[in-house]
């Protein structure tokens, strides 16, 4: 059971858009920012949004970020076939004094 | 460019002890926290704790407090993670990442970026 909530999956068809949530608690996304990684399949993770809604150089805007209260989402436009990935969504928590991960959500494009 | 590369996959008996290293490169290796993050198979990423490379400070994660050792040494630029007390259900992928602080808007964040390209351990008998 992980401290963040998101949904197991997402998908939608190329050029359409998707989000996904991440909900936590007011010791973890209400308190501190919020980090989205992604992860294609067999690597390791990449950042792809980090502070709420900053974006690496080098990442698509069709890719965009937000947080409100105890929830976080990360929204994607234009999806294309090399979308196709895990996102995770990740914070900083106070009450446990550490990282904790989203469960991890399968985008896939149909 | 600035990159980590971890050792390669090994495979240990329960009751062992795995240590795997995490080599960076392309910036200063005591300015930023290591951190080691890891992903059982078909699931997600769990993190185990950090390592501060200037002083060798750390911070674990509760579940793995007493089975987990991080360590660093600077003189040839490398950092590990040791787990001991291995069971079955320590077999993941064990990634290390570089942490990236910045100060903006009055309040602190941090991010892990990038990543090793994470090392496999096997738990069998």
């Known amino acids: 059971q992980s401290v963040l909530t998101q949904p197991p999956s997402v998908s939608g068809t190329p050029g359409q858009g998707v989000t996904i949530s991440c909900s936590g608690s007011s010791s973890n996304i209400a308190r501190n920012a919020v980090n989205w990684y992604q992860q294609l399949p067999g690597t390791a993770p990449q950042l792809l949004m980090y502070?709420?809604?900053q974006r690496p150089s080098g990442v698509p805007d069709r890719f965009s970020g937000s947080k409100s209260g105890t929830s976080a989402s990360l929204a994607i436009s234009g999806l294309q076939s090399e979308d196709e990935a895990d996102y995770y969504c990740?914070?900083?928590?106070?009450?446990?004094?550490?990282?904790?991960f989203g469960g991890g959500t399968k985008l896939t494009v149909l | 460019q600035v990159q980590l590369v971890q050792s390669g996959a090994e495979v240990k008996k329960p009751g062992a002890s795995v240590k795997v290293s995490c080599k960076p490169s392309?910036?200063?290796?005591?300015?930023?926290?290591i951190h080691w993050v890891r992903q059982a198979p078909g699931k997600g990423l769990d993190w185990m704790g950090c390592i501060n490379p200037n002083n060798g400070g750390t911070k674990y994660a509760q579940k793995f407090q007493g089975r987990v050792t991080m360590t660093r040494d600077t003189s040839i630029t490398i950092a590990y993670m040791e787990l001991s007390g291995l069971t079955s259900d320590d077999t993941a992928v064990y990634f290390c990442?570089?942490?990236?602080?910045?100060?903006?808007?009055?309040?602190?964040?941090?991010?892990?970026?990038?990543w090793g390209q994470g090392t496999l351990v096997t738990v069998s008998s």
């Open positions: 502070t709420n809604n």
């Open positions: 990740a914070v900083w928590d106070d009450s446990l004094t550490g990282w904790v």
């Open positions: 392309g910036y200063t290796f005591t300015g930023h926290f």
């Open positions: 990442a570089r942490e990236t602080s910045s100060f903006a808007s009055g309040s602190f964040s941090d991010w892990f970026d990038p």
